[in-house]
């Protein structure tokens, strides 16, 4: 079955930076929207970061300047790195993976990956 499988997160100071990555499996990766979301205690989950099949790229507003998203599909890799992180980027953060046809929508989640920002 379809696997997205996240990896990079962990506590870092304020300032700080993290990159994540999701490896995803048995998709043909490239046709794909590769996007990253992010959950924290009592919220809903909200979109961080978004890239298309040709490239195209949005954020959040509160991202924007600081985080950068990027693919690789040689690797069947999407990347989040995250610079300048603050305590309210602390969440669990998730990889998803979406397609939508005129017949169906395709639409996947990795297990999600904790990023704690705390001095």
């Known amino acids: 079955q379809v696997r997205l499988v996240e990896s990079g997160g962990g506590l870092v100071q304020p300032g700080g930076s993290l990159r994540l990555s999701c490896a995803a499996s048995?998709?043909?990766?490239?046709?794909?929207?590769m996007g990253w979301y992010r959950q924290a205690p009592g919220k809903q989950r909200e979109l961080v970061a978004a890239?298309?099949?040709?490239?195209?790229?949005n954020y959040a507003d509160s991202v924007k300047g600081r985080f950068t998203i990027s693919r690789d599909n040689a690797k069947n890799t999407v990347y989040l790195q995250m610079n300048s992180l603050k305590p309210e980027d602390t969440a669990v953060y998730y990889c998803?993976?979406?397609?939508?046809?005129?017949?169906?929508?395709?639409?996947?989640w990795g297990q999600g990956t904790q990023v704690t920002v705390a001095s």
């Open positions: 998803n993976a979406l397609l939508q046809t005129s017949a169906t929508t395709y639409d996947y």
């Open positions: 048995r998709i043909i990766f490239s046709i794909y929207t």
């Open positions: 890239i298309t099949s040709g490239l195209s790229t």
